[in-house]
């Protein structure tokens, strides 16, 4: 990774400014129509789009339209919905556990509390943070792989984790979190690419403290 120069306070400020100005209304591009479709959703896109996310939810909540029918799914069956999906193996298992839980825990609702989301089989602080800034407009940050690359760009973070990450954008951007989540997260997705990014006429361009070849 190479070393770029940090954001100073005032830059924060416009990088924040900027983004809440071509993101006013940001929201995740996942389907759903509940708490329980989200939270699958969002354990689903792990290392996987979420468009192919969207192909496979349909008939995987038809056939399971609550924490209960999954809780008492066949792990084959249910293999067979989302085998298109990146570690469909474990994610299968990973959500047949995570019904189980709020069935037998949560008096089959999902929680809505990151706290009690992150002790559900297969959520970590991501996917719960996820949740919480999609479902409840929680002040939170979450960090996937287009917002790592994005905070490192722009010099808001140098670091080596996604959880330490979070923290520095955090801190750094105090409030407006869920939204300026999902913009760098459409940002690092469409413009700000890993490969190839779109460069010319980019309104951060300004702010950028790499070059068009460097790659996080």
């Given amino acids: 990774m190479i070393k770029v120069k940090k954001a100073t306070k005032k830059e924060i400020d416009e990088i924040k400014s900027i983004f809440l100005e071509h993101y006013p209304n940001s929201i995740t591009e996942l389907n759903y129509r509940n708490l329980y479709e989200l939270l699958i959703s969002v354990m689903l896109s792990a290392q996987c789009t979420d468009k192919r ?17 999954l809780a008492n799914a066949d792990l084959d069956e249910v293999k067979s919905y989302i085998k298109s999906c990146s570690f469909f193996n474990n994610k ?64 808001l973070s140098d670091a080596k984790t996604a959880i330490k ?5 955090t801190k750094k951007f105090k409030t407006d979190l869920h939204l300026l989540h999902q913009a760098m997260v459409l940002f690092g997705r469409y413009r700000c690419k890993a ?14 403290k790499t070059t068009q070849t460097f790659k996080v």
């Fill in 53 to 69: 996310v969207n192909i496979i939810t349909p008939a995987l909540f038809e056939a399971y339209p609550n924490p209960v029918t």
């Fill in 92 to 155: 299968a298992k990973n959500i047949i556990k995570m019904a189980q839980s709020v069935v037998e825990n949560y008096n089959a609702e999902i929680p809505l509390e990151r706290d009690e989301l992150m002790k559900l089989a297969g959520v970590g602080q991501k996917t719960a943070n996820v949740v919480m800034i999609e479902y409840a407009q929680a002040n939170l940050m979450a960090v996937d792989t287009h917002v790592f690359r994005v905070a490192h760009r722009l010099g």
């Fill in 165 to 169: 990450c979070e923290e520095e954008l």
């Fill in 195 to 208: 490969v190839k990014p779109e460069c010319e006429d980019c309104f951060m361009a300004s702010h950028c």
